[in-house]
């Protein structure tokens, strides 16, 4: 199989930390000329983003695309509402489980794949409690203990 090369813009650390992701899919992403131009050059914030369906369209909100210096008057607002571009099947899909309780659209990371077109993965997470992110955390220090353990017994 090839090896996709893909320039990451973005990662939304904290929605793995927070959730625990269902499912995930590739969508475009509709942006105006500057705006890609700013996404080219890695100012995008997705930590605070969401997304919802909306009359059968995918509308990703809160993410912050800074204004590209060069833009003048085409700039547009850096928080505006984007639309995600996907199949009737996968919305379909997404609407089915946003239906059930708890669970939501979250950005997991925004990347410019080899064509250079824009992208964005999405997941369709449900929330973690307090005692299931303590328990992740738990688990990942233990793992670390291990790999310290070995490292040191493999230099004796």
Known sequence: MKERTLKLVA??????H???????????????G?????????????????A???NGEVILLGMNIS???????????PLRPRKLLLHKREIRKMLE????????????RMYINKAGLAKVELGVCRGKKNYD????????DAARKIDQAIKKSLRR
Do not use: C, H
């Not at 489980?97 to 997991?108: C, F, N, Q, S």
């Not at 992110?133 to 990942?140: D, L």
């Open 11 to 16: 990662n939304n650390k904290k929605a793995r």
């Open 18 to 32: 927070d959730y625990f992701i269902e499912d995930s899919y590739e969508a475009g992403i509709a942006l105006t």
């Open 34 to 50: 500057t705006e890609i131009k700013s996404v080219r050059a890695g100012k995008v914030s997705i930590k605070e983003s969401y």
């Open 52 to 54: 919802r369906i909306q």
């Open 67 to 77: 204004p590209y210096e060069q833009g003048n008057r085409f700039n547009v607002d």
């Open 97 to 108: 489980a946003t239906t059930r309780e708890g669970m939501t659209l979250v950005p997991l």
């Open 133 to 140: 992110k303590r328990e992740t955390i738990a688990k990942k």
